[in-house]
């Protein structure tokens, strides 16, 4: 896999107009006002990154060099993997103490289980364009070492590591050049310090899991949301529909939190709001490039947003012991070839 050269570099802004002009420099504002509160967090205590990666791990991710520049541009395409996290108590070996005579199984605080959430990010500037890939989490794939499993038993067989591999070779070998891990109980506080979420509930939501505490009460229609009722909304999935039916959900959140995000008064609240989740949250990225991701973010038509999930079917109950998505190969190739300039010229047709 080659490395990728720059990502970034330094660039001024063009002045075509007074309110061109206006906007760049209001633009730049934000993005200096970030820097300034994300800087205080990295040099105020240990930043985003929660689990150290080996040399061979850290070698995976197509390590971006990265310039020092007052605006930072990116230059080419970035693919981030973004894995949201659902850990229960026997998932890892460090549960907290008061975790384990409750009678019930909680959500913990770390990164050690299943990905319950995978998703693909393009940031590409050459379309600038947007593409975020949901790739189910019972998608059927072959595992390194561990031969073929669902996909999202890869974080707790190999952390992001091999869980960015596993993806790289489901979709043909592409680069992976970062990874941002969320656990769930930071979406909550993500979506609570962000105000909640207005989203449309598609259908009355009700479902009971004593087991893990886990109540699920939402009425259809448009509403706005807290950061509890918006995980309800993410983790339900008894409706006949399985991943399918929570990956539409999920895209429906992401889009609103997108448009609440990326607004001014949001961004200018943005190292906040990233104190708050921290702790929360495990990523490689270095300030650089969470920089000129954001400063992409900004910059970016809304319109150039595509939604995408990973091509394929869920399985019948003669074909398998258990139920699975099971990825179209030759759709694949062609989806990567269209949104992420990378598929049939590189692989050819799989066959």
Known sequence: MKKLPELIHKQKPQINSKGEFRGKMLKLAIISAVAGGLF???????????????????????ANVVSQGQFLQLNRPV????????????????????????GYLPQVNSFDGLSDVILLIRFDPKRKQLNILSIPRDTRTEIEGYGIRKINATNRLGGAYL???????LLGDIDINGYVRINVL?????????????????KDLKYQDDSQHLYINLKAGKQHLNGDQTLQLLRFRNDGQGDIGRIQRQQMVMQALIEQSLNPATLARSPIILNTVKENIDTNLNLDSLLTLVNFGVRINRSNIQMLTLPGRVSSRSEFNTSYWLPDEQEIDVMMARYFDFGLKELGVRS
């Open 40 to 62: 205080g967090i990295f040099l105020t205590s240990k930043p985003f990154m929660q689990v150290n990666l080996s040399r061979e791990e850290a070698d995976f991710f197509a």
């Open 163 to 169: 869980s960015a591999k596993s993806v790289s070779n």
């Open 186 to 202: 930071g979406v909550g506080k993500l979506v609570d310090a962000l105000g909640g979420v207005t989203v449309n509930v598609p």
């Open 79 to 102: 693919n981030i993997l973004v894995m949201g996290m659902s850990v229960l108590p026997p998932d890892t070996q460090n549960a907290p103490e008061n975790t384990k005579n409750l």
